[in-house]
T-cell receptor
Framework: KQEVTQIPAALSVPEGENLVLNCSFT??????LQWFRQDPGKGLTSLLLIQSSQREQTSGRLNASLDKSSGRSTLYIAASQPGDSATYLCAVATSGTYKYIFGTGTRLKVLA | GAVVSQHPSWVICKSGTSVKIECRSL??????MFWYRQFPKQSLMLMATSNEGSKATYEQGVEKDKFLINHASLTLSTLTVTSAHPEDSSFYICSAPTGGTDTQYFGPGTRLTVL
């Protein structure tokens, strides 16, 4: 059974810092991995999607990497801003399906 | 880009009543949609897979008679929480993959509060 864990559970940093969020999964037979952002009481915003054959994806200040063999993904946020404050979720799609197993989330607070 | 909507965005109901939540794909057809549940300060848990024209498939531990799913058209799936109780209070989110791509779009969620 696939399990997805995110470390740290919460993170508070001053504005401008570069930071790394970690995601690990137990079954390497994944279809893809996606990082989401969730603001309090809101739905999900997709940030980056990495296919199982890819090593990384970039969008603006965000970079996500995937090491399928070791069951790890990282989300790198450069020059963090207060507007980046949110909960970040990683989710893995089981190979051959579109079902997503979500991680436990990292609550990020960027201080002005 | 593709959009998935949910209605209502929030609902408060009395214990014992039934509540219907709609999930619509606005500019694409979705033969499959997914329903997730998120309890406060927890992550999303997949409840069921909604299949157009056939029965939904439920994840282990989810009561199919309590959470009725109907995928009547290629753009609409509904989740009905029957005889709702306070422990059913949660944030319900649906998602739908676009055909031919790996992108999956999530709805904005429905917050259900059962008194």
């Amino acid at each position: 059974k696939q399990e997805v864990t995110q470390i740290p559970a919460a993170l508070s940093v001053p504005e401008g810092e570069n930071l790394v969020l970690n995601c690990s999964f137990t079954d390497s037979a994944i279809y893809n991995l996606q990082w989401f952002r969730q603001d309090p009481g809101k739905g999900l915003t997709s940030l980056l999607l990495i296919q199982s054959s890819q090593r990384e994806q970039t969008s603006g200040r965000l970079n996500a990497s995937l090491d399928k063999s070791s069951g790890r993904s990282t989300l790198y946020i450069a020059a963090s801003q207060p507007g980046d404050s949110a909960t970040y979720l990683c989710a893995v799609a089981t190979s051959g399906t579109y079902k997503y197993i979500f991680g436990t989330g990292t609550r990020l607070k960027v201080l002005a | 880009g593709a959009v998935v909507s949910q209605h209502p965005s929030w609902v408060i109901c009395k214990s014992g009543t039934s509540v219907k939540i709609e999930c619509r794909s606005l500019d694409f057809q979705a033969t499959t949609m997914f329903w997730y549940r998120q309890f406060p300060k927890q992550s999303l848990m997949l409840m069921a897979t909604s299949n157009e024209g056939s029965k939904a498939t439920y994840e282990q531990g989810v009561e199919k008679d309590k959470f009725l799913i109907n995928h009547a058209s290629l753009t609409l799936s509904t989740l009905t929480v029957t005889s709702a109780h306070p422990e059913d209070s949660s944030f319900y989110i649906c998602s739908a993959p676009t055909g031919g791509t790996d992108t999956q779009y999530f709805g904005p969620g429905t917050r259900l509060t059962v008194l």
